[in-house]
């Protein structure tokens, strides 16, 4: 394997964004994987917003249930190993 990336595009939890998910061999572990989830998250209209604040409000808001949902995809990718 060298490496494999998928996205999820369609979202419930937002209207712009996308979850992108890479699996590949591991640089530390001989036979081990690494996996990677960048959850992306976007403002709908960012020419509306000035400075961060919208944004690090809609980071801190979300930052639990990312982190929940990257949890149980890495567990869905490890039932699959």
């Given at each position: 394997m060298k490496s494999?990336?998928?996205a999820i595009k369609k979202l419930?939890?937002?209207?712009?964004?996308?979850?992108?998910?890479?699996?590949e061999p591991s640089?530390?572990?001989k036979v081990g994987i690494y996996v990677n989830i960048n959850d992306h998250y976007e403002l709908s209209n960012p020419d509306e917003h000035i400075g961060s604040d919208k944004?690090?409000?809609?980071?801190i808001n979300r930052y639990d249930e990312s982190l929940k949902r990257s949890?149980?995809?890495?567990?869905?990718?490890?039932e699959l190993v």
């Amino acid at each position: 394997m060298k490496s494999l990336t998928m996205a999820i595009k369609k979202l419930d939890d937002r209207e712009k964004g996308i979850i992108n998910i890479t699996v590949e061999p591991s640089p530390l572990v001989k036979v081990g994987i690494y996996v990677n989830i960048n959850d992306h998250y976007e403002l709908s209209n960012p020419d509306e917003h000035i400075g961060s604040d919208k944004i690090i409000d809609l980071l801190i808001n979300r930052y639990d249930e990312s982190l929940k949902r990257s949890e149980e995809i890495i567990d869905q990718i490890m039932e699959l190993v």
